[in-house]
């Protein structure tokens, strides 16, 4: 087993290498010159950026200050978001760049290539003084011998040495008046063209710039999501056991908080406001509410003691608080006024409210126990159940549940990830009936690893329960 974890750590380690290996090629090689200022900047921050994201990944698990911890989260997980969307916005341009190349104006060259390296300078023959007259035109007889076999020669000689150091050190053609003893008169300085870059590298230019913007752009405002705070969603579900009284009864549902290194108390502040400016009759936080210990995110988690609701606040466990301490975080909530429902059922007006492990707690010896937080309960009575993982919804559909409420998921968070969620999960987001149990599926308040969502946004979602036959 451990052969196997550290065969897939190389080959990771080797698909981030290779992808940075790329970027390089294409953001700093392929559009600089040897030796040139952005080729030794690009070069550093090639290595120094996925070195931050190593750090970010294994300073936590490695033990290290928190301080540390955060020092690496924003550099190196904003990077990992950064290299998904630049290496994603240049594959989509390569395409086009295999189009242009093959196209007559692709395959065309100019002399000097800047991203080439350069070729051996040709002997080139000295420069030709030509006397002309005040007024610009060839002065003498250089009109009538300029055909004549030898005036190259003869020019060149009255030339001298001195005009072809001042124009091998001022890259200009200088052009010598016939009257240049008379006072007035002064050379006449033609410039040679500049050296322009040939049309390969200007596409290569092209797509740097433009793939850039598209993949720095994604990631800024998919970071200003999250951090700007989730949004209300607000969805309705009908409860066939929901008796009248219970109609229209709200469920604020919370879940994937994600308190660490990067969200912290403010995070946590803009959420409970969100919250309580619904004004719900009950608030339910589904799991994943930190990613770090009570000493060092109990401060983080202060503000959910300020969470107001008719019947209180509720918790169950999810993945992230058994990575850590999950004892100590459900002793702490208790402080805090949030109640964890730890395989555990309440019974509210009008339906029963339940709460299971999240599967993880297996391996410590809490996993979920659906008998003992659903057994002897009034089957007559409709039961909402919170369950951190979406797969929970089968054991659900066979103890009665009505209404599963779960997050996990993210939605897939960084858009192409929401298709690989759908692999492992029944739902990624929203409300889907499974037989005779509906299961909704919270995208989730906060984000993990990268402060990043594209294609899935976060939310906070009031579920407002409806009887059948109000």
């Known amino acids: 087993m451990v052969a196997v974890f550290v065969l897939i750590g190389l080959v990771v380690l080797g698909l981030l290498a290779g992808t940075h290996l790329y970027l390089w090629r294409r953001f700093v090689r392929d559009v600089s010159a040897p030796g040139g200022l952005w080729r030794r900047l690009g070069t550093v921050l090639a290595v120094l950026l996925p070195v ?3 750090g970010a990944l294994v300073s936590g698990r490695a033990g290290a200050p928190f301080l540390m911890e955060q020092i690496f989260a924003w550099p190196g997980f904003l990077w990992l978001a950064c290299l998904l969307y630049l290496t994603l916005a240049l594959l989509a341009g390569e395409l086009v760049r295999f189009v242009l190349r093959r196209t007559p104006w692709g395959r065309a060259r100019s002399v000097q290539d800047p991203a080439a390296e350069p070729a051996p300078a040709a002997a080139e023959p000295p420069p030709v003084a030509v006397p002309v007259d005040s007024a610009g035109r060839p002065a003498g007889n250089l009109a009538t011998s300029a055909g004549s076999p030898g005036a190259e020669g003869t020019a060149a000689a009255e030339a001298g040495p001195a005009a072809g150091a001042g124009s091998a050190a001022t890259g200009s053609g200088t052009v010598e008046p016939a009257d240049a003893g008379t006072p007035g008169s002064a050379p006449h300085t033609v410039p040679l063209a500049a050296p322009v870059p040939s049309r390969r590298v200007f596409l290569a230019r092209t797509l740097a710039v433009t793939a850039g913007a598209a993949g720095l752009g994604t990631t800024g405002a998919g970071a200003y999501s999250v951090l700007n705070g989730p949004p209300l969603k607000h969805v309705t579900v009908p409860l066939a056991k929901l008796g009248r009284r219970t109609h229209g009864y709200r469920v604020a549902v919370v879940s994937d908080i994600h308190l660490g290194p990067i969200l912290g108390r403010g995070h946590t502040r803009r959420i409970v406001d969100a919250i309580n400016g619904t004004q719900p009759d009950l608030v339910t936080i589904v799991g994943d509410l930190v990613d ?3 000493a060092h995110l109990g401060p983080a988690a202060e503000p959910l003691r300020e969470l107001r609701s008719r019947h209180g606040t509720f918790f169950v466990t999810g993945n992230h608080e058994y990575f ?9 909530l208790r402080e805090l006024n949030v109640h964890p429902l730890e395989n555990a ?5 009008g339906f029963d409210l339940a709460g299971v ?4 707690g297996e391996d410590q010896g809490e996993g979920p126990d659906f008998d003992r ?8 009575r409709a039961c909402v159940l919170m369950a ?4 929970q919804i089968h054991e659900a559909v066979d103890h009665g549940v009505d209404l599963q409420l779960s997050g996990h998921t993210h939605g897939g968070q960084l858009w192409p990830g929401n298709h690989l969620a759908a692999l492992a999960n029944p739902t990624v987001a929203g409300l889907e009936r499974y037989g005779d149990t509906q299961l909704y599926v919270t995208r989730g308040a906060g984000a993990w690893g990268p402060p990043v969502r594209v294609g899935a946004d ?6 407002t329960l409806a009887a059948k036959t109000a």
């Open 52 to 54: 931050t994201t190593l």
């Open 292 to 294: 770090g210990s009570v």
């Open 324 to 332: 850590g301490d999950a004892r100590a975080w459900i002793d702490h």
């Open 345 to 349: 059922r309440r019974e509210l007006p």
């Open 357 to 360: 492990n999240d599967l993880a």
């Open 373 to 380: 937080a659903l057994r002897d309960r009034d089957a007559e």
């Open 388 to 391: 951190h993982q979406p797969v």
């Open 458 to 463: 976060s939310d906070i979602t009031v579920v």
